[in-house]
């Protein structure tokens, strides 16, 4: 068949729109294949099948029966194409011309290469082998060199870092000995400075003590004998001179500010001195704030009337707490006008007629306390028809109101500016009163609840269910609280919850305290029994919790502490108490050091885990400023590792029978900032102890030494002469101080307020009667120690514990509460 290549281009389309080429080439494949026997029929019909499906389905193989069709890979799209020489991809000219030229290159480069190796002669084999001898000693050579060269290279570098080794070792050796003896200079000169510290510390002890001792000398003389004025001259010359200062000539804001740490009495007897003294004591900011509570047992009733009349525009705040006042008396409150605060709790003698004259006068009380009162229902009426401003009020143990005085609080205006409520000991109120209290003060923010067994769930779901706005909660004493008030309390935004000796709350309420109270800062948890770790595990998110006491908690132990300290609570908390929590060991110290950065106040008191090795840690937490490690195990090491803290401020090491003199001594030396120590039960201590606080601790202005019958006047005379800032001292069961010890107190430390003096049989009650004049609080015992102070009247050790005890009743505590003579025996 001729090609179409060079036919008619209308012809070639012609041949394209119809298929010819593929028709043909169904038909063709479908007669080879099949081979038909007659093949014009076979034509036909096939003919006929491609009408039928149309020529746009059309496939090569379409002819041929489907058992018989090859199995072949098509190269291209139709073979009819190259019998009719419709594709474009056949030979063409230009393809020709390459393959022209690529043969006749090739057959240039074949035969060039044949003349090259006929025309050019051979090399010589023996110069090609010697050069190529030469070629390999010369790369030989190289070889050698190069291997020459690393060798020396590596021991060149070998040598040059042994030498710089070397060099450094004498660097360090050098900056060693230098340090050396840098430190051995700096060293030496602190322990001079140090030893001239003690020795001026000591020479200004001993100046100090003779000085106070010739006063004292100066002072019985002139008790014996008549002085001179000229003795006298001496006398001052001898103690010292001191100038002379016009108190009147200070500014009236200054002398208001002296006046104002003065009471009542000791005003009283400033405005007897002189004229001048007179007038400085009636200045009005003075008598802004008056509490006759000091002074209740010498201060007359015409006093008190007196008193408030002359000054009752300028009163805001009366203390009357335990007066036996008269109906008269009470009535002249009503004269202060603007009276904001009113105390008149433990006042046998109020009634309800007192309290109407009071609110009828007083219409601005802001703060009442009717604590341990006789008041009844008719008070509580009267309570927000005049107090419409009440803002604090306290019920405490007033029982003989009742529920139905409570719901009179709703009467009028009501008392719903009340923000504190203090209910303690009202066992009479039920879960309607606690109704009727949601109802009349919806403002509530801090309540009080203590020693009130018949508090329940329900008083506190009845409470909650107006008063949303409560923050503050105490609840000591309410053994019936459960885990159930917590969930009642979930609607309030409470930052402080105190519970003390519940034994039905458990880990579950610390689940709720977690998810409701986001932004709680104060948790009391003392003597629940049934909390655990877990409790601790659900506080660690709190992110304002900053004081935490969970004093008698005995199940909590590290793990529990360990996940506490884990969360982000770690870095807020300042006060944690873990009294008596006793599966604690040094390992929670380890944990606080790392995580409590602002930890001021820490309590391990009786952890008896608690070793030396923990105490190292203790000094890490830098902020902290008090510690009370009571019935621990600390030994005199501990406490010479502990003075080197230098900012502690308290300190209570109680019962802690491995500390002698040697270590309390250390730890005064290095705690000058010292204000408050408790050694108490440590009979081992003497009077260096006394002698040592003398020196180093000067600030102290607490110090408890009960228990301890080794302590002696002369070591109490070295303290009364150095340590003049001291408020609260007790020396119960020291057996060897007698009544010299009381004068020495009265002569040093003016600012003594408590004194606690049981079982100081070599005190007389003479003596502790004109003690009594000069203290706040006294608390006095001429008895022998108890036998579970550990030893006898002559402060032998006991070798066998005795099964009797005495009976309290057999013992005679003779207590003071004021500055008077006032003596109650208990």
């Not at 401020?649 to 250390?666: N, P």
């Not at 119960?732 to 010299?740: A, E, H, M, V, Y």
């Not at 005190?763 to 502790?768: L, N, V, Y």
């Amino acid at each position: 068949m001729a090609s179409l290549r060079t036919a008619n281009p209308r012809l070639r389309n012609y041949f394209k729109e119809n298929y010819i080429p593929q028709v043909c080439e169904a038909l063709l494949c479908g007669l080879l294949i099949t081979c038909p026997e007659d093949p014009l029929k076979y034509l036909q019909k096939m003919i006929i099948t491609i009408m039928e499906n149309g020529l746009e389905s059309l496939l090569w193989d379409m002819c041929i029966d489907p058992s018989m069709r090859p199995k072949i890979r098509r190269l291209s799209e139709t073979y009819m194409e190259q019998l009719f020489g419709l594709d474009d991809q056949l030979m063409t000219p230009e393809l020709m011309i390459k393959a022209c030229t690529f043969y006749t290159g090739h057959l240039v480069k074949t035969h060039f290469c044949t003349w090259r190796d006929i025309a050019i002669p051979l090399i010589n084999e023996d110069e090609l082998l010697a050069e190529k001898m030469e070629k390999a000693m010369e790369y030989d050579n190289f070889r050698l060199q190069k291997y020459i060269f690393r060798l020396w290279h590596s021991y060149t570098e070998g040598q040059k870092k042994q030498l710089t080794d070397t060099l450094l070792r004498m660097q360090k050796m050098c900056r060693r000995y230098k340090l050396i003896a840098i430190l051995t200079k700096w060293r030496d000169k602190a322990r001079h400075k140090y030893k001239k510290r003690e020795d001026e510390l000591m020479l200004k002890h001993e100046l100090q003590l003779l000085k106070w001792r010739s006063k004292l000398k100066l002072k019985v003389v002139a008790k014996e004998e008549s002085i001179f004025p000229e003795q006298s001259t001496s006398e001052t010359s001898l103690a010292g001179e001191i100038p002379e200062c016009d108190i009147s000539l200070l500014p009236e804001r200054v002398i208001s500010q002296i006046f104002a740490y003065l009471t009542l009495r000791d005003i009283g007897i400033c405005g007897q001195v002189c004229h001048s003294w007179t007038l400085m004591t009636q200045g009005s900011s003075l008598w802004n704030s008056i509490d006759f509570s000091a002074v209740k047992n010498i201060i007359t009733d015409k006093c008190i009337v007196s008193t408030l009349q002359r000054w009752r525009l300028n009163v805001l705040h009366l203390n009357f707490r335990g007066c036996v006042l008269r109906l008269k008396t009470l009535r002249s409150v009503s004269l202060c006008r603007n009276l904001q605060e009113l105390n008149v709790s433990d006042c046998p003698t109020l009634t309800d007629e007192s309290m109407r004259y009071i609110s009828e006068g007083c219409p601005g009380i802001l703060y009442l306390n009717l604590s341990n009162t006789t008041i009844t229902n008719r008070t509580m009426r009267i309570l927000p028809r005049y107090f419409q401003n009440l803002q604090n009020l306290s019920l405490a143990y007033c029982r003989k109101f009742t529920d139905k005085g409570l719901r009179y609080l709703n009467l009028g205006n009501g008392c719903h500016k009340l923000i504190y409520l203090d209910l303690s000991g009202c066992t009479q109120i039920s879960v309607q009163g606690f109704r009727n209290i949601a109802n009349s003060c919806t403002g509530i923010m801090h309540l009080t609840i203590n020693d009130m067994p018949t508090l329940t769930d329900n008083c506190i779901r009845a409470l909650v269910e107006k008063c949303s706005r409560i923050t503050s909660i105490v609840f000591i004493g309410a053994p019936h609280i459960s885990d159930c008030a917590f969930k009642a309390l979930s609607t309030c935004n409470l930052r402080k919850i105190r519970f003390e000796g519940n034994k039905r709350i458990t880990d579950a309420c610390f689940k709720f305290i977690d998810k409701n109270y986001p932004n709680i800062n104060h948790i009391y948890m003392a003597d629940c029994k049934r909390i655990t770790d877990g409790s601790l595990k659900s506080l660690s998110p709190l992110k304002q919790l900053t004081v935490l006491n969970l004093a008698n908690c005995i199940r909590i132990g590290d793990v529990g502490l360990r996940q506490f300290l884990d969360g982000p609570v770690s870095t807020r908390i300042r006060e944690l108490n873990l009294s008596n929590c006793i599966h604690l060991s040094d390992i929670s110290i380890v944990k606080l050091s790392e995580r409590c950065p602002n930890l001021n106040y820490l309590s391990l008191r009786n952890c008896e885990y608690l070793t030396d090795l923990g105490i190292e840690y203790i000094v890490n937490i830098f902020s902290l400023l008090s510690v009370d490690l009571s019935g621990t195990h600390i030994s005199n090491e501990g406490l010479m590792i502990l003075s080197r803290h230098k900012k502690l401020k308290e300190l209570s090491l109680s019962e802690c029978y491995k500390i002698t003199d040697v270590g309390i001594q250390a730890f005064c030396k290095g705690s000058l900032i010292l204000e408050h120590l408790d050694v108490s039960y440590c009979p081992q201590l003497t009077d260096e102890i006394i002698k040592a606080l003398a020196i180093y601790c000067i600030h102290l202005t607490s110090l408890s030494i009960a228990g301890c019958p080794k302590i002696t006047d002369s070591a109490m005379e070295m303290l009364s002469a150095k340590c003049h800032y001291l408020h609260i001292l007790d020396i119960s069961g020291c057996i060897l101080l007698t009544d010299q010890m009381l004068e020495d107190l009265q002569r040093g430390c003016r600012q003594l307020r408590i004194l606690k003096m049981q079982y100081c049989r070599c005190i007389s009650k003479e003596a502790a009667k004109r003690m009594s004049s000069v203290v706040q609080q006294q608390e006095y015992n001429p008895n022998d120690p108890p036998l579970w102070f550990g030893y006898d009247y002559e402060g032998k050790p006991l070798k066998r514990q005795h099964e009797i005890t005495p009976l309290k009743g057999d013992e005679e505590v003779i207590v003071t509460e004021s500055t008077h003579s006032s003596e109650e025996v208990v």
